[in-house]
């Protein structure tokens, strides 16, 4: 019955010209992915609602309708860009490995991504509108940075509790490993200071970085063990 009324409900809709909620939700897909590459290529300074509505074959009207401003729109696009791709990136930690391989996996899948031409690209634009848009930006890093917090925690807090590490605070841990490893290369990247590539001399640095950081979480006396 319920089933039923659904599909009344849609064809009526489909009949009258209402979108239905999957019409929305593919619109703002293509609204999103076709600002992005507005600001992409222009900046946001450059990038206006005219261009990303001509873009997206949609009036300004419907632009603003959804999203209400165009740093809404760019503060949509980035979030989106983020969790879409840490979805789609977020690794299963095997607890069969040990500490060092486990950072090592998650840093290789994170920077594998970041250190790209395009996400190199999109921190820049963020950085640049970072002081015109405190609020803007601090969503944008909070959003990304507290995910990957949460993938570092949980592996610091589980070799933890298996006595591979001393720490009494993991999330503070977490927080430091990933300013060290994944934010540190992300930022020279912007700054044009090394490539927008995770290339061999990129991936040495992590795992020397890596080693350093667990180095220093390790209980007094494996650190005298491994030579630390």
């Given at each position: 019955m319920a089933g039923e009324a659904k599909r009344i409900g849609v064809a009526r809709a489909r009949r009258t010209g209402r979108p239905t909620a999957a019409d929305a939700v593919r619109l703002t897909g293509h609204i999103l992915k076709c600002a992005r590459d507005v600001f992409f290529e222009h900046g946001f300074d450059e990038a206006s609602a005219d261009m990303i509505a001509a873009?997206?074959?949609?009036?300004?009207?419907?632009?603003y309708a959804r999203f209400g401003s165009k740093a809404r729109v760019f503060e949509a696009v980035i979030l989106d860009e983020i969790d879409t791709q840490l979805r789609a990136l977020e690794p299963a930690v095997d607890s069969s490995l040990n500490v060092v391989d486990q950072?090592?996996?998650?840093?290789?899948?994170?920077?594998?991504?970041?250190?790209?031409?395009?996400?190199?690209?999109?921190?820049?634009?963020?950085?640049?509108?970072?002081?015109?848009?405190?609020?803007?930006?601090?969503n944008i890093h909070e959003f990304g940075f507290q995910r990957a917090v949460q993938w570092v925690g949980s592996i610091l807090a589980h070799a933890t509790a298996k006595g591979e590490l001393?720490?009494?605070?993991?999330?503070?841990?977490?927080?430091?490993?990933?300013n060290l490893v994944v934010v540190a290369p992300m930022r020279r990247s912007a700054l044009g200071l090394a490539p927008a590539s995770y290339d061999a001399s990129a991936r040495d640095r992590i795992r020397r970085g890596i080693r350093l950081f667990v180095g220093g979480c390790m209980p007094p006396g494996a650190r005298e063990a491994s030579g630390g």
């Open positions: 873009r997206a074959r949609i009036s300004k009207r419907t632009l950072l090592q996996s998650i840093a290789d899948v994170l920077l594998e991504w970041l250190l790209t031409p395009r996400i190199v690209s999109m921190e820049r634009v963020v950085t640049a509108q970072a002081v015109r848009f405190p609020a803007l930006a601090a001393a720490l009494a605070d993991p999330v503070f841990a977490a927080e430091q490993f990933v």
